[in-house]
T-cell receptor, first 112, second 112 residues
């Protein structure tokens, strides 16, 4: 079974731009979560989606948003990018909400 | 609120030596516990998990962990490490699933 896939793998943007990251979960998995990883703050939870509904949200500004489609694929969007948004963004999927999460390779975002 | 503390940020060890990576958590309710490993430029790979039952959990690559409720610990151990175990290791907790709270990570460096 194919694992979690994330596109693109690498991205360079400038301050003020917006970006959309994509995540395809493991086949049959219906829950998708997003995390931000930075050297300073470590791994932080962004949000979780299940059946196209946001179940849980972390402590991030409204510039960070996401959605989930009927095929369980998910996207996250960051608007008005800031230098501090440079990070590795990880997506994880699980069979159902609350079950073991399996991570993708991440999207590395660099904001200049 | 839940929190996770990984007591060592870096652990250097010689090849074929045993290793223990320490993790303590704080929670007023029952939690699920996980260890993930991250190799350079990759996402997180699940090593093992404790959901319930036996407190000694065996994972992949010869790792095991012991859940100790009274000491609120979930230390990861391996009796004999290999060069290929060099990576960053993350302990995480989850309450009622979904949101994972991670420790700051322990960098394991295996030297020949």
């Amino acid at each position: 079974k194919a694992g979690v896939t994330q596109t693109p793998r690498y991205l360079i943007k400038t301050r003020g731009q917006q970006v959309t990251l994509s995540c395809s979960p493991i086949s049959g998995h219906r829950s998708v979560s997003w995390y931000q990883q930075t050297p300073g703050q470590g791994l932080q939870f962004l949000f979780e989606y299940f059946s196209e509904t946001q179940r849980n949200k972390g402590n991030f500004p409204g510039r960070f948003s996401g959605r989930q489609f009927s095929n369980s694929r998910s996207e996250m969007n960051v608007s008005t990018l800031e230098l501090g948004d440079s990070a590795l963004y990880l997506c994880a999927s699980s069979l159902m909400a609350g079950e073991t999460q399996y991570f993708g390779p991440g999207t590395r975002l660099l904001v200049l | 609120a839940q929190s996770v503390t990984q007591l060592d940020s870096q652990v250097p060890v010689f090849e074929e030596a045993p290793v223990e990576l320490r993790c303590n958590y704080s929670s007023s309710v029952s939690v699920y516990l996980f260890w993930y490993v991250q190799y350079p430029n990759q996402g997180l790979q699940l090593l093992l998990k404790y959901l319930s039952g036996s407190t000694l959990v065996k994972g992949i690559n010869g790792f095991e962990a012991e859940f100790n409720k009274s000491q609120t610990s979930f230390h990861l151990r391996k009796p004999s490490v290999h060069i290929s175990d060099t990576a960053e290791y993350f302990c995480a907790v989850s309450v009622q699933g979904g949101k994972l709270i991670f420790g700051q990570g322990t960098e394991l460096s295996v030297k020949p």
